[in-house]
């Protein structure tokens, strides 16, 4: 299994409502076969279940790289973002010590306007604590930002169209390519 990524978030990761085949994981994988998506998502979960989620699976060898996706549950939750950037920190310092590369991936902006404030406060906190230790990946180009785009996106205001998802895995395709090879993207 070459390139091997372990994949870990929430029903963005899961590819929700269409399921792993369809998410945006899979359709990198088939633009690059090079490329292996392992899709951990778990719908529902938050930046700490997807942690605890990263620790209880046992990786295959080949497994050098984790990207993580995660937040958007924990701004639904109200979950204080202290609280998350805390997750966030303790599975990059746990990645990084099991010796993974990590790479975490910015909260994407919903169709939900209310939602919206606070996913741009994580995603600015994320890029201000984490910029130096691990890759981020910015997504949301592939999504769009306006109104308009951001509800053309979107099925129910927060999970993608299949053809978000496709559009997603196209973008962010070119970008794990450049990360694989060590690159910072």
């Not at 994949?7 to 963005?12: A, K, Q």
């Not at 409502?17 to 979960?45: M, R, V």
């Not at 109200?78 to 310092?93: H, T």
Request: charged share 20%.
């Amino acid at each position: 299994m070459k390139n091997a990524i372990a994949c870990f978030g929430d029903s963005l990761v899961y590819g929700f409502p269409f399921g792993k085949e369809q998410s945006w994981l899979t359709k990198i994988h088939k633009l690059d076969h090079d490329i292996t998506l392992l899709n951990y998502g778990e719908c529902g979960a938050t930046c700490d279940d997807i942690f605890a989620n990263m620790k209880r699976n046992v990786l295959k060898a080949e497994v050098k790289h984790i990207m993580f996706l995660g937040g958007v549950n924990d701004v639904l939750q109200n979950r204080p973002i202290k609280f998350v950037m805390c997750d966030v920190e303790q599975a990059i310092m746990w990645a990084k010590g099991q010796g993974y590369i990590f790479a975490l991936v910015l909260p994407w902006f919903t169709a939900e306007t209310s939602l919206n404030t606070k996913i741009k406060e994580l995603r600015e906190k994320f890029c201000a604590q984490f910029s130096t230790t691990c890759q981020i990946f910015d997504l949301q180009p592939a999504i769009g930002f306006n109104v308009r785009e951001l509800s053309f996106a979107y099925l129910d205001g927060v999970h993608p169209t299949i053809v978000t998802y496709d559009k997603i895995g196209k973008y962010a395709s070119s970008l794990i390519e450049i990360w694989l090879r060590g690159g910072k993207a």
